[in-house]
């Protein structure tokens, strides 16, 4: 009687841990689709690979990378404009120090500035018409070798 005992409490342990296992196997499913989740686009700046997040929505573009703490070293933002045009941007909430890289339509690099966390009283300005703006963790364009003039590739 005590080893039927003992086998059934094992038994309905081991349930207890597959079931256990199986809602977080579950749950993590329900994590990897979540539509919240930022998904990542490989680009080239000169020959370097960056991931990036891409803004191309006016609620991206306004969020930015605001209320963020950290960022992987070889990620970044890129934000998509319809038009080329002169603009500016802020470090409005925003914790992290940045390199912002404003870019023309055809690709090049038109000038980088790195920007002060949390401090909106600079705006960094576009030299020229942009149609993109990339921003990596601060130093990430210095540390690659990486100027004005130099080219992305949208891939």
Do not use: C
């Not at 342990?13 to 990542?40: C, E, N, S, T």
């Not at 912002?100 to 009283?121: C, E, K, M, T, Y």
């Amino acid at each position: 009687m005590t080893s039927m005992l003992i086998t059934n409490r094992i038994r309905v342990l081991l349930i207890a841990i597959l079931i256990a296992f199986l809602l977080a196997l579950a749950q993590g499913v329900v994590w990897a689709k979540d539509p919240q989740a930022p998904r990542l686009k490989k680009i080239l700046v000169g020959k370097t690979p960056l991931w990036v997040e891409v803004a191309d929505t006016l609620e991206k573009q306004e969020r930015g990378l605001m209320f963020r703490r950290s960022m992987p070293e070889n990620e970044g933002m890129l934000f998509v404009y319809r038009e080329p045009i002169e603009m500016s941007f802020w470090m409005r909430n925003t914790f992290l120090p940045l390199d912002i890289a404003f870019v023309g339509a055809d690709g090049r690099i038109l000038n980088i500035h790195q920007a002060r966390p949390l401090d909106d009283s600079v705006l960094y300005r576009s030299a020229g018409a942009a149609k993109y703006v990339i921003e990596t963790n601060q130093g990430w364009f210095a540390r690659h070798g990486i100027g004005p003039g130099d080219r992305i590739a949208l891939r």
